[in-house]
């Protein structure tokens, strides 16, 4: 079988990645958000959506830092469009396993970019009739936003480049960085 070098090199020191935010700034700012999330949703009982996939990472992070008694369940989400701009279709794919009625919810999500799925989703959740829907985003591309979202938990305003890393993907690749980079050509290997 052939192989090339290109296979077995680094991939967390790959030169077509810029560093925008280390693995250290981002556990720092999770254990802030856990500490401001343990105060605010302290006798709540929250349940913690997190969006599949990029959103694991985060979530997983960000659970372990929140010192209340908390649950958490899973959705996945498809918009589609190119794999790097979305064209704003939004389709449930994978839905919740249990009414969420009552209930108050924390989405948890890796980024917000046009705003068009977090808004779908946090709408379909209101209408559910949670007691509250709050949301946690890990990183902001504010000025690419299409539809209004308000974060209430953010981690980092970042600026309109394509990023990897930390559970984002480009093409189902670099979710395993564990720090945050700009992708500098996304057609080099
Ligand atoms: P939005 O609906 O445009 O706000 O973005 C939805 C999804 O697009 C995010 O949850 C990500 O999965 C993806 N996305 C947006 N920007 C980036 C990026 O810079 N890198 C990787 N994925 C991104
Ligand atoms: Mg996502």
Redesign the pocket.
């Known amino acids: 079988m052939a192989t090339s070098s290109a296979q077995f090199a680094s991939e967390f020191s790959n030169p077509n990645l810029e560093v925008l935010l280390s693995e250290e700034q981002i556990q720092a700012r999770i254990k802030e958000l856990g500490t401001q999330l343990t105060h605010d949703y302290a006798g709540l009982n929250p349940l913690l959506i997190g969006?599949l996939k990029?959103?694991c990472f985060f979530l997983s992070d960000l659970m372990r830092a929140i010192d209340t008694r908390v649950s958490v369940e899973f959705m996945a989400?498809s918009?589609y469009?190119s794999s790097?701009?979305?064209s704003?279709e939004?389709r449930i794919m994978k839905d919740l396993d249990v009414p969420i009625e009552g209930r108050h919810i924390l989405v948890v999500?890796?980024?917000?970019?046009?705003?068009?799925?977090?808004?779908?989703l946090l709408a379909n959740l209101h209408a559910r009739g949670a007691a509250s829907v709050k949301l946690a985003a890990l990183?902001d591309?504010f000025e690419?936003?299409?539809?209004e979202?308000q974060i209430d938990y953010l981690g980092f305003r970042?600026p309109d480049?394509?990023?990897?890393g930390y559970g984002?993907?480009?093409a189902e690749r670099y979710r395993n960085l564990p720090f945050i980079a700009v992708?500098k050509d996304p057609n080099a290997d």
């Not at 690419?144 to 539809?147: E, S």
């Not at 480049?161 to 990897?164: K, T």
């Open positions: 969006v990029g959103a989400i918009s469009g790097t701009r979305t704003g939004v999500e890796d980024i917000v970019d046009t705003g068009l799925t977090l808004s779908y990183l591309k690419r936003r299409q539809r979202v970042i480049e394509f990023v990897v984002l993907d480009f992708l």
